[in-house]
């Protein structure tokens, strides 16, 4: 966390937390022989975190038209508000088909760089 700009680490670290609990909780099924494996990469302004887990999987959404933003489950529910949140805080939330590796992209300002004209 130390590479991203001080004014956004809050918000990533609770969207990062979400991630890794519903791998462990809903992917691993608090299964402590699994595991939990994070990747990080920068790409040009591009941070990109990919969480894989070893559980069984799920069907993730297949329309990427919706709006999953404007989704959010009845007080009553005790999940579903994970992924809302994810949606709230990364720029680009997707599955691999078999729904056990998150990527998750945070886009930041463009980065002003020198000028080569003489």
């Given at each position: 966390m130390a590479e991203i700009p001080a004014k956004l680490q809050a918000e990533l670290r609770l969207?990062?937390?979400?991630?890794?609990?519903?791998?462990?909780?809903?992917?691993?099924?608090?299964?402590?022989?699994?595991?939990?494996?994070v990747r990080f990469s920068l790409?040009?302004?591009q941070y990109w975190w990919i969480i894989s887990d070893q559980g069984s999987g799920f069907t993730p959404s297949s329309s990427n038209e919706e709006?999953?933003?404007?989704y959010l489950p009845p007080d009553e529910s005790e999940n579903g508000r994970g992924l809302c949140l994810l949606h709230q805080i990364f720029d680009q939330v997707e599955w691999n088909r078999k729904g056990t590796e998150l990527?998750?992209?945070k886009q930041m300002e463009t980065r002003r760089g020198l000028s080569l004209r003489r």
């Open positions: 969207g990062l937390q979400e991630a890794l609990v519903n791998a462990a909780k809903h992917g691993n099924n608090l299964d402590p022989s699994k595991t939990v494996v790409i040009d302004n709006e999953p933003t404007d990527r998750l992209c």
